[in-house]
């Protein structure tokens, strides 16, 4: 049977329909389990009906046309339950309803299997025998097998409207599809399907016949894409600061490193041909971001592939492709690059939607800066039947419609037209003062280090970095920086906000996390040798860090040093002393120069516990809020199966960072809070309430923040946060909130519209 099930689920993967698919199912399966009538309902829970959609043993005129209740029936008990029902005389089951207009029989023998995607039921799988039968466990697990299958091309043809034209509707939908908030706005286009001009991934070994040409070949190739890049980068110099351009940069940078170029060199010198030794090569370097944790590092894999892809092309001496850009585009892709963001015209770029990645990745990132909505992370998006269809995306909460209907699309115009006069309103904020109603004063810092986030508007509106990731001076190098580069990077940072306080984060790297110098392979990365871990175990690393970051503040006294991924005193004692030496030697070298501002970052669940402790032997803590909010709650929120758990206003972080403020305040220390939770309208007010008054974020929320801040009282913030703590599921803490943002005029924040 395991053969058969095989055959099966080939023949439905490859069907051209969904029409085409569920015909297969039921002619396959009726002779697999040897039954006399095979069936598959399809679920329509806005209808509230169970449709007869495809049916091999009852009357053919039946499908689409019989529609039972979701409340009635064995088909509806499936559903209500979302489990399976085995019944060998099914007509004396008290849910048991006859449906004449199917030519139904007296059948007895009856097992139905749910069709789930996502915890949602998408219809019911139905085998009936005319004898009394009561199948077996490897039968229905054969069918549950089938109905796994079947649940990926429903959704798939929800996506693309065919559903609906199979319920004899108008292939115009209003159901959208789910993913990632990537970028918040609102965009209406058509459809530009981003797709890799070059497939890397099949490319073969193969003997190298003449290595010196295949050689000149390759350097040929990736001259000609540094090339590119440079064009790129140079379109976008009116769109994006240099910070932003700085990836292209970085792209140029490993093209000219010895670790992509001269590796594949040596790859071809020991007999593989050029397209070969690049494909060995590109996945090695991809294979090191793919098993990072932290999600943005972790994308820049597709970053690398992207690279392989191109210099392919040339190697190929592929001609470039001619693309027509609609007036209104919206890039769509199964894993969009950041060049290929780049290749479209500033002004014609409306929107992105990609199947994969997050709103940490560098295409949203980028997408923030240049002002597009954007939705990450879109799994069920069929792409291939995409390119030039009508398209909206909500990029606040994440939702894509796909050739909507006209209702729809007038609708979010309008509301796209509200964006706009929003947008002028916050503007507006700039240079007004963050505080409360009742004039208490707010500390708005900014999250930077990464590419594209230290814009124009975070330089201006700031009060300075309150989380500075140091992190990629090290990660477009081959090798560690050097004391000075190093140096030379925190002062720009450093000399940028001057008089505004800087924090640097000393590095977060390790386990899952590796340089590609300084490889590190463990079975359980998430809780392995990382942060604050590998520094202390690398002295020699910490302290030309430590060095680096003293030498940057000379004559400029406004660095903050944190440590990153505290999980007790000890690090924390040894990290100061490590500080110390630092600071003695530097001042035995004559160099005049303040001690800065320590602090630590809370985001293991056991330094929540000793935040006093802590808190005592620093001048301040930091929460880093989305590893905190990971840990607490034990779920990946990269993780598409279980990234709906992940939520920072969960009862149980809510009750954590009470403990932290309490812990801090017994010794009279700043806690500020850092990650997406320091950006949430929903969460501010709650944070105020519990006597945060300092937060860092990314430059796209400063003025949003601010726009909360200055709609709120204080003592309205501790009542909220009473309130909030006697909620005992996360959904009751967002209702709670938003109906109070909604009160104060603040729902443009969370949604399309004013």
Not at 245 to 259: E, P, T, V, Y
Not at 524 to 547: A, C, K, M, V, Y
Not at 563 to 581: D, H, N, Q, W
Not at 625 to 634: G, R
């Amino acid at each position: 049977m395991l053969e058969l099930l095989h055959k099966i689920v080939q023949q439905v993967n490859s069907a051209p329909d969904l029409k085409s698919a569920l015909r297969i199912i039921v002619n396959q399966v009726k002779l697999a389990v040897q039954v006399d009538v095979c069936s598959v309902y399809l679920t329509d829970h806005e209808r509230a009906v169970n449709t007869l959609e495809a049916t091999d043993g009852l009357n053919d005129n039946a499908a689409g046309k019989v529609a039972i209740p979701l409340e009635k029936g064995l088909v509806g008990l499936v559903c209500r339950q979302a489990e399976p029902l085995n019944l060998d005389d099914a007509p004396t089951h008290p849910d048991y309803i006859f449906a004449r207009e199917t030519g139904e029989q007296a059948f007895h023998g009856f097992l139905g299997v749910p069709i789930i995607q996502n915890r949602t039921v998408l219809g019911v799988l139905v085998v009936r025998q005319s004898e009394p039968r009561r199948f077996k466990d490897a039968e229905v697990s054969f069918l549950f097998t089938l109905a796994a299958q079947l649940a990926g091309a429903i959704v798939t043809a929800n996506a693309n409207g065919e559903l609906e034209a199979l319920r004899n509707q108008s292939s115009a939908t209003t159901h959208y599809l789910r993913g990632r908030p990537g970028a918040g706005g609102v965009a209406l286009g058509n459809i530009l399907v981003a797709y890799p001009e070059a497939d890397l991934s099949v490319v073969p070994d193969r003997p190298a016949e003449h290595p010196d040409f295949e050689e000149d070949s390759l350097l040929v190739a990736v001259e000609a894409v540094k090339e590119d890049l440079g064009n790129l980068k140079d379109r976008l110099a009116d769109s994006l600061p240099a910070e932003d351009r700085a990836l292209f940069d970085a792209l140029i940078l490993m093209l000219g490193s010895d670790a992509l170029v001269n590796h594949t060199i040596q790859r071809i010198r020991d007999g593989n041909w050029a397209a070969g030794a690049l494909r060995q090569t590109i996945e090695e370097h991809a294979k090191i971001f793919d098993e990072m944790d932290d999600v943005v590092l972790r994308e820049r894999a597709s970053d690398v592939r992207d690279l392989g892809r191109r210099i392919l092309t040339y190697l190929n001496q592929d001609i470039a492709r001619v693309v027509q850009y609609p007036e209104r585009t919206i890039l769509v892709g199964e894993d969009v690059s950041a060049m290929q963001l780049a290749e479209i015209p500033p002004q014609r770029l409306a929107g992105i939607v990609s199947a994969t990645g997050s709103s940490s990745s560098h295409v949203a990132i980028l997408a923030r800066a240049l002002g597009v909505p954007a939705v990450m992370g879109v799994n069920t998006l069929p792409v291939g039947r995409l390119d030039g269809r009508d398209i909206i995306i909500d990029g606040y909460r994440g939702r894509v419609y796909i050739s909507p209907a006209r209702s729809v699309w007038k609708e979010y115009s309008r509301l796209q037209r509200q964006e706009q006069q929003l947008s002028s309103e916050l503007d507006t904020l700039r240079d007004t003062p963050s505080e409360t109603l009742d004039k208490v004063a707010v500390t708005l810092n900014l999250n930077t280090g990464l590419v594209a986030e230290m814009t124009t508007l975070g330089k201006e509106v700031a009060d300075g970095v309150g989380l500075y990731r140091t992190e990629l001076p090290f990660m477009v190098r081959d090798r560690f920086p050097s004391e000075t580069e190093q140096m030379e990077n925190y002062r720009g940072a450093l000399q940028t906000f001057h008089p505004r306080p800087v924090t640097l984060r000393t590095l977060d790297i390790g386990g899952d996390k590796p340089l590609s110098y300084f490889p590190v392979t463990e079975s359980n990365p998430f809780l392995g040798w990382r942060g604050i871990r590998i520094s202390l175990d690398h002295p020699e690393i910490f302290s030309t860090q430590l060095r680096a970051m003293l030498r940057a503040s000379e004559g400029l006294a406004n660095l903050r040093v944190m440590f990153p991924m505290i999980s007790g005193v000890a690090e924390v004692e040894e990290s100061l002393k490590l500080l110390e030496r630092a600071y003695q030697t530097l001042e035995g070298e004559g160099l005049s120069i303040t001690w800065p501002e320590v602090g630590v970052m809370i985001e293991v669940p056991s330094a929540v516990y000793q935040t006093w402790e802590i808190a005592r032997r620093v001048d301040f803590i930091s929460v880093g809020t989305n590893d905190l909010t990971q840990y607490l709650l034990a779920v990946d929120r990269n993780n598409a199966k279980v990234g709906d758990l992940y939520n920072d206003l969960h009862p149980a972080l809510l009750k954590a960072l009470v403990q932290v403020m309490e812990g801090a305040d017994r010794c009279g220390r700043e806690v500020s809070i850092c990650g997406e939770m320091a950006g949430n309208p929903l969460a501010i007010p709650l944070l105020l309430g519990m006597g945060v008054r300092n937060f860092s974020m990314s430059s796209t929320s400063l003025l949003r923040v601010k726009w909360v801040v200055r709609s709120v009282t204080s003592t309205r913030c501790k009542h909220l946060l009473q309130a909030a703590l006697r909620c005992e599921e996360v959904e009751s803490v967002q209702r709670l909130m938003g109906e109070e943002l909604e009160k104060l005029g603040l729902g443009g924040l969370l949604r399309p519209g004013k």
